[in-house]
Structure formats: C-alpha cells, structure tokens
C-alpha cells in the first residue's frame, strides 16, 4: 500500500499486515474466550440484542451532536468535512486519564515533544515539524492558543473526569474559525452535570485531584458550574544514550547517558455562571514543566527544578438573542492573558564554555468581540459574522508590538435536493501587522440512506506569523493550505464504518533553523508541500458484551521544494481497542497503537526512525449504590522502547544531538477513583 505515495517496496507493509493480523487473530481468539466465560444468568442481556444495539446507536446519536464544525447542532456524521466525537463515557471506559491520551487513539494524530517537552499536535502529518502549533485547541468553543507561539499544550493534561465530551475536526476549519485551524479543530467540552471529586495516583511519582461543583435552579435558567485541577508527576523515567558532548568529543564533561527532567506540575480552574440566555465564564491555569533534555541537547540532570513556566487567564461574557424563531443573534465578548517565562533555564550546561542562562518574559494580552447573526427559512440557514481582535506583545528585551484584527464570516447551508444538504463559508481575515486572507468552503453531505453517508469537500485555511516569529523573522509569510475530501460512512446495528481520502495543498509552512554556530534561530517559509493519504475507522460489536474499534491511516507528505518526505512523518499508524463488559458493572479494555517508521528532519542523515507497537489495559468498576467508579489500568504493558525523532531544525551543527533519539517512559500503572454526588 505504501506504493500509493512513494517508490518503496511493498515488502515493510507487507510484514506490518501480516504481523497485525497475528495479533487480531489472537485478539478474536481471547475474545471469544472471554465470550464463553460469562455467567448464564447473564444471557438474558442477549435475549433481544438488535433492540439493544438500535438504543445504543440512538444514544450516541444523541451524544454526539456538535456545533464545531458549522456552528450549526449536527450530528457529528452529518457535519461537512471529518469529524470525531468522543464522550465521556468512552474515554473513562477506555482508560484514557486525560485530553492527550484520549486524542492518541484518533486516526491520523499523533503528538510529538521536543528537546525541551513542547509538545506539538500532528494532524494528517501536519504540525510535527512546523515551527509552532496548527491545530487550534478551545475549551467550551472558546479559543484557548496563544499568538506568541501558537503553543496550546496546557489543554493537553485537563483530566477526564472534568470533561463531557471532546470534539475534533480533521483537517482546515478557518472558513469558520479563523486563524490557528490550520491542520484542525480539538474542543473540550467541560461536565456541567453532576458535582464530583476525583483521585489519581500513579506511577512516576504521579499525583492527580479533580473537583466539579454544579448547581442548577428548579425552573433550570440558572446554573453555576466550578471545577479545579491540580497534579504534579515526574513525567518519565527515560535514561537518555549520549548527548552533544559526546559528538564534540568531550565525553568526560556529559552526563549522558543519564535522566531527563521531565517533571511537571500544574493547576487550572474554570468557573461558568449562566442565567437564561446570558453566561459568564473564566478560565485560569499554570503548567511549570522541566527542561526534559535540553535547549540544544545537553543533558542538565537538574531533576527538582521547573524552568519553564506557563500562565493563562481568560474571561468570556456571552450572550444570547432570539428575535423570533428565524433570527438569532449570539454576543461573545472577553479578554485572555498569556504568560510564558524561564527561571534557570540554560542553553548550554553550566560547564560549557558558551554557557548562559536563558532568560525570557513573554506576555500576550487581548480583547475581543464577536457577532454571529443567524437566519433560518425553510430549508436554508444564513450566518454572519464580524469579529475583532487587539492583541499587545511584550517580546524579548521588552520590546511592546501590536496586532489589530477584522474578520468578517458568512455561511449557507441549505438542501436544495432530497437528502442532500451543501455548505458554503467564506471568511475574510484583515491584519494589520501581516497579509491578509480569504478563506473559502464547499461541502456536501448525501445521505443514500439511513447506513450510507457520503462527504465531500473543498477548504481552505491559514495560519498566520506569529509574532515571536516575527520577531526574529520580520519578512515571514502566512501560511496557507487547500484541502479536498471525500467521506463514506456506512453504520448498521452492529456496525460503524468510516473511510476518508484527502489531498491537500500547503503554501509558505512557516518553519525554523539557524543561520549560524551559536546565534539565534529565524524562521523561513516552505513554498510547496503537498499531503495526501487515507483514514479508515471501523466499529463493531461482537455479541452484547464486547465492542471492538481499529482505525488506521496511510500517509504522505512531500516537500516539494526539495523532493523529499516532511520531516517526522510516520506513514502509517494504526490504533486498535476491544471492550468486553462480563457484568454490567465491570468494563475491561485492551488498546493497541502502532505507529510506523518516522522520517528525519533535513540536514539529519540518521536512518529513518523505527516504529513501535504499545498495548495499554485497564479496568473500570461501577460502583452504583455509592455513586462511585474506580478504575485502575496498566500503560505498555510489554514495557516496548517507544521513541520520539530527535528535532535538530534549530540546530547548526546537525550531528551534534542524541543519536539515539528521545526515549519515552516505559511500564507504568495508575489508579483513580470518582466519587458523584
């Protein structure tokens, strides 16, 4: 298959295949056992399994019901372009213990850390090896990314517990969402229903509390909601190979090999207050995380200490107005604070004749307003929309810049033909500090029937310099990409499957190097890089008792500049789970991920990175005569060696790095336990 986008031979897909379907015998075989285990008193559950798996499929109808995509209540199988939900339920039965975890296991993501525990979204291969973020991330439909550097990974470690939902979009969003929905759209939606208190402890010195305290009145028009976070871990217990003193020849000055320092701790709040069709939200968080492996790949071993460190406010007030049932007017006005600085934070090791502490004091501040009027008629719905934004920068040396922006939205929808619904967006984005950008979307949505759904769709999207990067760079271009897609969907009673193509063009990538030996990185646009592949997803449920979900996507990104593969691009990855309930209380789940060899950054003449296989298991009891659920779970169970690509781009002397790669934690387990009340 890896033929369709490069001249290698079919022989490592071949060995994948047949390794993958060893392993989904041995799975099939274990379920089935597990099948013929289940008390006879329990039978009664089966008794009419087609009724159940039609309530079944209408309650994740029902849940599964998003705006994200079009501002517009769908479900999520009937939205233009690709689109994943995932509840609540789901993930706490999967084992997933936080926003990162649970986005893992979506077809086509991955997330990839850098020397000093960045951590970037990669959606479709886009964003591994970018300069900053292109994957715009929100909490409750509120932008949460910075313009610094575009960095949103704080949203990364929010727990489950606290979360209803996660919604993601694949692939641009900008006709409707602007600037940063590049590659995609992730937004949390937060749990306003019952009041909780959570507890995890884990391995790695992990320690995790979650509370959510809900009110509501009796006539249901007001309602508060608090929830707070707060956790601290090690992070890893990854023991590097050699560093860049070990190129240099000065082996006897490294500590490598030797521990990275990943250790993290942070907090977040987010209270919401809303009386009839008016609500008040504000949000704020601190992520202090350690220096992981080192700025330019020096190992420091300064295990206790935090030197990165991230602030983040916002305050959103939002009002709704319904004129009368056609015309709808929605208000969203707020500010956001964005803090990012570094206290002992050092480019080279003390030791090192170049060495100087790092220091840096970013701050973002902005003021916002939005206007969406929306008008129904028969069919078809009309939405428009202006909004403004004023941003202030403090950058290096105190150096104060500004960016103002316009932005002037519109959509259609309507159904001009039995079971056909069309979509057109058109988005115009005015800057004053950089270019400005149109942004268009054509999409259609054919329902054949009830089990057969097809997509498609064209849109464009941007991303603008930030301004840490124009800082350095001041002649750095927007980014701009053009994506086709084509979607089946084909669902019974039993069964849910998914298959998407798409073809995308991307213009200017905004990416970073170093122009010389020990002086600071600039950013340089790519001119021409072309992605492509396939997603396909596949649900199915063997009997009531166990459900089994596998996607998997195909592949490539190409540098058209210079004929080569985009740096850090696995071309195929591939996720597995089953899920087998032997009593209504107990959950077991088993999750496999495979992710295949990645390519190296340019100027790295390393090999290509091998891939990796990572089976995760955990249990989930339903404690219902006490409102409680304990769940307890073991990550890599097979203690795989799981790598991360060096990232050598802001690196002058490319051999200088470790050559054996990041290495990732290896076996861990955890338990938590929440209580509802």
């Known amino acids: 298959m890896r033929n369709l986008f490069s001249e290698h031979s079919l022989d490592i897909m071949d060995i994948l295949f047949v390794i993958m379907k060893r392993i989904l015998n041995t799975l099939l075989i274990c379920m089935f056992f597990m099948i013929g285990t289940v008390h006879s008193e329990k039978l009664d ?21 998003s705006d994200l995509a079009t501002k517009t209540h769908l479900n999520s199988d009937y939205v233009p372009g690709i689109m994943t939900v995932m509840t609540r339920n789901e993930m706490e039965i999967a084992g997933f213990q936080k926003v990162e975890d649970a986005l893992r296991t979506i077809v086509g993501i991955n997330i990839y850390i850098d020397s000093v525990g960045v951590r970037k979204i990669s959606i479709r291969g886009i964003g591994c090896a970018s300069a900053s973020g292109n994957v715009k991330m929100m909490l409750n439909n509120k932008p949460m990314i ?12 929010f727990p489950v517990a606290l979360i209803n939902r996660i919604e993601v979009v694949r692939g641009p969003g900008a006709a409707v969402y602007g600037e940063y929905a590049y590659a995609g759209l992730i937004n949390i939606i937060t749990r306003r229903d019952d009041s909780i208190v959570s507890l995890e402890i884990g391995s790695l010195a992990t320690l995790s509390g979650s509370s959510l305290l809900t009110y509501h009145s009796k006539d249901k028009s007001t309602s508060l909601s608090i929830l707070a976070h707060k956790f601290e871990t090690d992070g890893s217990d990854a023991i590097t190979g050699p560093d860049a003193y070990h190129a240099q020849k000065t082996k006897s000055a490294s500590l490598a090999p ?25 949000y704020m968080s601190q992520l202090y995380r350690g220096d992981t492996m080192g700025y ?56 090192h004749p170049y060495t100087s502490e790092l220091k840096m004091d970013l701050k973002e501040r902005k003021k916002y307003a939005n206007l969406d009027v929306s008008y129904k008629i028969d069919d078809s719905r009309f939405l428009f929309g202006m909004e403004y934004a004023a941003e202030k920068h403090f950058l290096f040396n105190h150096t104060n810049v500004y960016r103002h922006i316009y932005s002037l939205v519109s959509q259609y929808e309507s159904n001009p033909f039995k079971n056909f619904s069309l979509t057109l967006g058109l988005r115009y984005d005015n800057y004053d500090d950089t270019e400005n950008n149109i942004s268009t979307r054509v999409a259609g949505v054919y329902r054949f029937t009830s089990n057969h759904i097809f997509k498609c769709q064209y849109q464009e999207a941007f991303r603008p310099p930030t301004k840490g990067e124009m800082y350095f760079s001041p002649d750095i271009m927007l980014a701009t990409i053009k994506t086709y897609e084509l979607s089946y969907i084909h669902q019974r009673a039993f069964i849910k499957g998914k298959l998407n193509l798409y073809y995308s063009n991307l213009k200017n990538v905004i990416q970073t190097t170093v122009n010389a030996p020990y002086e600071q990185f600039y950013f340089y646009n790519v001119n021409r890089i072309c992605s492509k592949g396939i997603e396909m997803e596949l649900e199915y449920r063997l009997l009531q008792q166990v459900k089994m979900d596998t996607n998997a996507a195909i592949m490539y990104s190409k540098n058209l500049d210079i004929d080569k593969s985009v740096p850090l691009q696995a071309d195929f990855m591939a996720n597995a789970g089953i899920l087998y309930t032997p009593f209504r209380i107990v959950n077991l789940s088993t999750r496999y991920r495979y992710m295949g060899n990645r390519s190296r950054d340019a100027g790295d003449m390393r090999n290509e990175l091998a891939g990796y296989h990572k089976l995760d298991t955990s249990m989930m009891i339903h404690a219902t005569r006490i409102s409680t659920k304990i769940r307890l779970g073991i990550d890599n169970v097979l203690n795989e ?37």
């Open 258 to 282: 030797g521990s990275t320092n990943e250790k993290q701790e942070g907090n977040s709040a987010y209270v919401m207050i809303s009386h009839d069709n008016t609500s008040l939200s504000a």
């Open 45 to 65: 559950v089966q008794s009419n399994p087609e009724d159940l798996a039609e309530l079944e499929k209408l309650m994740e109808i029902i849940e599964k019901y």
């Open 641 to 677: 060696d799981i790598r991360v690509p060096t990232t050598v781009a802001h690196i002058y002397f490319k051999d200088q790095t470790y050559p054996g790669d990041f290495p990732r934690k290896g076996r861990t387990m955890w338990f938590d336990i929440v209580y509802e009340f």
């Open 296 to 351: 330019h790949h020096y190992l420091y071993n300064l295990r206790e200490d935090t030197p990165h460190k991230i602030r983040q406010q916002s305050f959103q007030l939002s009002h709704e107005m319904s004129m009368n049932a056609q015309l709808k007017a929605t208000f969203k006005g707020g500010l956001d604070s964005y803090k990012f600085f570094t206290e002992h934070l050092y480019v080279f090791p003390p030791e």
């Open 146 to 157: 910075d313009s610094i550097a575009s960095v949103s990974d704080v949203l990364l470690d």
